[in-house]
Every structure is written in structure tokens, then in C-alpha cells.
């Protein structure tokens, strides 16, 4: 989606970003009943929480890392402050973790992810309905658990576009090995065809005003090599790979 030259979201994630951002109706929403100058404050963090999303998206890095711990405070001020259950906002950050390739930077981020997560639990366990706890684990279960399998995919995907490049590298290896074969051949067999070729000629050049008839004949076996070796040139034109349309 483009607003002139601003892009909201990369267009190679397709129509997946801009689905997430719905759920965002769900912390604002549990700030509601908040007043004054905490309610917007509340608002001005969700807004926040949002820029962060969209920016992950973008940047790589030193840059990533920051905004991530951004979102990670938001999470945590936002339980602290207006309730927990606004800890499932928690899932957005589970999925930009999963993009870590490198192994340490991963372990610290899914590492803080986790102390932040119950955290935000713990802090405000007095409002928490004891009911919801057979909900709220297993939720919490999975954004731990997402981040690896997230990882997981992508590293197999990345090995898959790898294992795609390299097969396409074989196959233009194969195709230029096949040229350089026949190169060799016409080269071997054309070589020697053209250079009796050239020999006769000379001969029948000198034969021609002084033995006729074996100059005829040296110039019909000229003929019947040049035949031989134009189709020489088919069969070895046959052999090569047809264009791949």
C-alpha cells in the first residue's frame, strides 16, 4: 500500500502486516475506562506500540534491536500501569523474534521476551480472574514457542532459495560444459575436414591446367567432404540443449 511515495509496509510481505494491526483494538480497548491524562497517555503508547510495528518491518541490525526492546517496554508499561492482560500484545514482538538468524542474539532477545512476559503477569496478578489462568498459560506457552518455529521456517525457506540458486548454477555449469564439449568436437573433427579441404583445393588449383580429369576428381572429393562435413555440423547442432522458453 503506497500513500504517494510513502510505503506503509514492504510490498514482498503482501497483505500479511496489515492484518496484525487490528488486534491493537484489543489494548485500547482494556484502557477504556481509564481518565484524563492516563487514558492518553495509554493512547500515546498503543500509537507508539503501532510505529513500532510498522518500523520493524524496515530496519535491520542495531536499529531492530532497539525498536524490539521499544515494543518489549510498551508491553511491560502497559500491564503495569493499565492491567495485565495486556501481555498478549506480546504477540506481535513473539514473531519479530523469530527473525533472528543469529543463534546469541536470538537466546537474549527470546530471553528478555520471557522476564518481560511474566513480569507483566505478575504485576498485576491482583486483577487477574483466577478462571483465566487455564487461558492465560497456554497463551503465554505459545509466544514463547512461536519465535522457534517462526525461526524454523524461515531458516528452511532461506535453505531452500540456496538450494534453488545452486541448482541453477549446476544447470548453467552443465550447459556451458555441453558447449565446451561440442566446441571440442567441431573443433576436432571440422578442423581436419577443412584442412584436407584446403590441401585439395590447392591441389586441384595446380591440376587444373595440366591434368583435367584428375582435377575433376580431386574437386568431386572436395564436394563429398564438404557433405560430410555439413553433416557433421547437423548432428552436432542436434545435440545441443534446446532454449528453455
Aim: with cysteine; glycine share 4%; proline share 4%.
Amino acid at each position: 500500500m503506497r500513500f504517494g511515495r510513502f510505503e506503509l509496509f514492504p510490498r514482498k510481505y503482501g497483505w500479511f502486516p496489515y492484518i496484525w494491526p487490528i488486534y491493537l483494538a484489543l489494548p485500547a480497548v482494556n484502557i477504556r475506562g481509564e481518565q484524563g491524562v492516563k487514558l492518553l497517555i495509554g493512547y500515546a503508547m498503543i500509537v507508539l506500540f503501532a510505529v513500532t510495528y510498522r518500523q520493524m518491518y524496515w530496519t535491520t541490525g542495531k536499529t531492530f534491536n532497539l525498536w524490539l526492546a521499544l515494543q518489549m517496554a510498551l508491553i511491560l508499561a502497559l500491564c503495569v500501569f493499565y492491567g495485565p492482560y495486556n501481555f498478549y500484545m506480546g504477540f506481535f514482538t513473539s514473531n519479530f523474534i523469530g527473525w533472528y538468524t543469529d543463534h546469541k542474539k536470538f537466546n537474549v532477545a527470546i530471553s528478555c521476551f520471557a522476564a518481560v512476559e511474566v513480569l507483566s503477569l505478575l504485576s498485576g496478578y491482583r486483577e487477574l480472574v483466577p478462571s483465566d489462568l487455564p487461558f492465560l498459560v497456554p497463551f503465554l506457552v505459545i509466544m514463547l514457542v512461536m519465535p522457534y518455529g517462526i525461526r524454523s521456517m524461515a531458516r528452511r525457506q532461506h535453505l531452500e532459495q540456496e538450494l534453488d540458486r545452486a541448482n541453477e548454477q549446476i544447470k548453467e555449469l552443465i550447459k556451458r560444459e555441453e558447449r565446451m564439449r561440442i566446441a571440442r568436437d567441431l573443433h576436432d573433427t571440422l578442423g581436419h575436414t577443412l584442412s584436407l579441404i584446403t590441401l585439395k583445393s590447392q591441389l586441384v588449383e595446380k591440376l587444373a591446367a595440366k591434368d583435367t580429369e584428375r582435377a575433376q576428381a580431386e574437386a568431386r572429393e572436395i564436394q563429398r567432404t564438404s557433405r560430410a562435413a555439413l553433416r557433421q555440423v547437423r548432428e552436432r547442432s542436434s545435440d545441443l540443449p534446446s532454449p528453455v522458453a
